[in-house]
């Protein structure tokens, strides 16, 4: 933000403030037709509602995080708490980091561009900036992240854009307004290499540097965290981290290369605290290390943007985001940063931690509530994730869909005002307290054990996420925690998409043919002489000589090659491998689908008992046969039988290999010792289910007369699932 502006923006804070302060004269709006409920009313109602459940268990909801949402929060509760004297863009940034909100500024829309080839790219990022698009966002392919050459790439374009050389660079950035617009690419371990080409192809072009905006991005210990180890020992990944730091400064002072992301943590199943913590540890380590090459805390602070995911709890999503600006300024000030370095940028997308891959189009749906809660919350940019971002590249439709969430949310709902919305809220501000101390106290965890990277190689973190993890899956296999078309409410007529796999081989034939063309048209002697350079150059001329070393025509391999000579071994922790919450539930369903496309439409039936009229035994019927079509299995319904005989005879006719008694537990202690038996007889190497919990007076003898185990809420719906598959001989 330029010098003008800025005291714009504070003179407009300033008059509204004065404003605010001289009107003493209210209006009085009498409320005396209203009768204020006590809290012990409002309770007492909800317990007459509750029908004898437990108020406390039934009222109270505990997140991964440790902390307990209460049915109801009050002004009495909050009044110590609220934000009567922070305003936006002051103090320590809780309501925001500019005063002006998005008023005058929108957040940014940052759809990311990740087609394989660069020319497709580029037609993409022109699309994307006519349809709404406000920030050019570049998503670079697994083999660019780790600094190798398309030839050497084992799935070239895997993840996004497959970018070797400054010739695809410039084909890239082809036609884009770089002056206008600001530029997003995440570079991988380092930054350096990735900005060379960019700053070639830009000089090649005629632009001044200066006139480049955004971030081309580095995070070393988020590399490190996602793959287990680095390309270069992490000394050197912070030199050249310096070193492209030191060079933005000096050449392109509105550019970022430094992007702490939360994406490995999220995406290992973190839960909100420690994705927040350890991205703060993160952060604490690049200044330090900046710090000790030479620069001031301002200089590196300033360099540094947050990336962080928005994940399920809508209420949680926006505490965090409003929590972790007071506790980023609160750090950078220990440090003696400024005000100006003090302001944290953030960057999110939603987690792809709780996308499915079976019904994708509710993947929308979460899509668009984890963008509200970032925009709540506070973002500067956003980039929404197409609905099929589980299954492959998103398509015209699907990318259309995800940058028309964020232009309805600006132009259509009025989200640009007013300046933080969730200010002064009772729930959010109790939220805000409570998870900025948490983060504020796992941040000290991590600090106290010697920072982010010795927190890694001991391997601190990846147990509290692995924790998490494992806590996320077994409330999932209860189904305390819903994943709708999932584990929940499957859609048996569902068709999956088409991942629509690209020709890897191909397409890296044909980078390779590209690559080998403009290689075959440089200056060997001019550019032999700019890599000795580069492998020569100090701290202060590295990025120049990389910048040169790419005009000259080195590869991005090459480049890596050239800054890592004699550096030594890299450091190896163990991993935080991604996952999704649906995953173990989308793998029983693809091994059912396997097997009957195996086995000529062969599955596991089940056959529903279902004992006396509809409405005796309907709940359970349907309650049982949604249970057990999450695992894709067929169900074979009916509408009752009145007697036991009847019931017997047509199970047997099924051939099923499982069946569940359906009726009610006022009937169950005469049906089942009588039904059980017969059912045994009729089948007698099937499973049989019983369509509730058992009382614990009754569990015994209702497993005595040949039920083997029992569906209800309670019931591990995944292992009951698991084990029909292996009974059945699907899992191999």
Known sequence: MGNEAKEREDLDLRAILQKSEAQTDFPDVPLDEFTPPTYAEWKAACEALLKGAPFDKKMYTKTYEGITFEPMYTRAGTEEILPKHSYPGMFDFLRGTRPNGYIEKPWGIAQACDETLPEETNELLLHEAEKGSTIYHLRLDTATLQNRDAKDASKVGDVGCSVTTTEDMHTVLNGLRLDRRPFYVYAGASALPMLALTAAAVRANGMDTKKLSGLIGADPLGELMANGTLYAPIATLYDEMAA?????????????????????????GANDVQEVASALATGVAYIRAMMERGLTIDEAAQQIFFGFS????????????????????????????????????????????????????????????????????GIDSFENAPFDEPIRKGDEFSRRIARNVQIMLQEEFGLLQPIDPA???????????????????????????????????????QSCVEKTLQERFKNLELRRDRIVGN??????????????????KALRAKRNEEVQAYLADIDAPQKAACMTALRKAGAGEVAEAAIAAASSGATLAELRAALSDGTGEAECVAAIRPHRWSERYEALRMTTEAYRATHDGDNVRIFLANMGPIPQHKARADFSASFLQVGAFDVLTNEGFKETDEAAAAARDSHADAVVICSTDATYPDLVPELAPKLRAALPSATIYLAGAAPKDLEQAYREAGVDDFISVRANCYKILRFLQDKKGMIQ
């Open 487 to 504: 584990n929940m409410y499957p859609n048996m007529a569902e068709k999956r998409l088409d991942p629509r796999p690209e020709d890897t």
């Open 423 to 461: 200010g002064g809220s009772w729930a959010v501000e109790s939220l805000t307290k409570e998870i900025g101390e948490k983060i504020w106290a796992e941040f000290q965890a991590i600090e106290g054990k010697g920072g982010m990277m010795q927190a890694l190689k001991d391997g601190y973190i």
């Open 244 to 268: 492209c730091a030191r060079w933005a400064g000096k050449h392109a002072p509105q550019l970022c290369t430094v992007f702490v992301r939360s994406d490995a943590l999220s995406r290992g």
């Open 310 to 377: 928005m994940g399920a709890n809508f209420f949680l999503q926006v505490a965090k985001l409003r929590a972790v600006r007071p506790i980023w300024a609160q750090i950078v000030r220990a440090f003696g940063g400024g005000e100006e370095a003090q302001r944290i940028h953030i960057h999110a997308r939603p987690a792809l931690f709780f996308k499915t891959v079976y019904d994708p189009y509710v993947n929308m749906l979460r899509n668009t509530t984890e963008i509200f809660s970032g925009v709540v919350g």
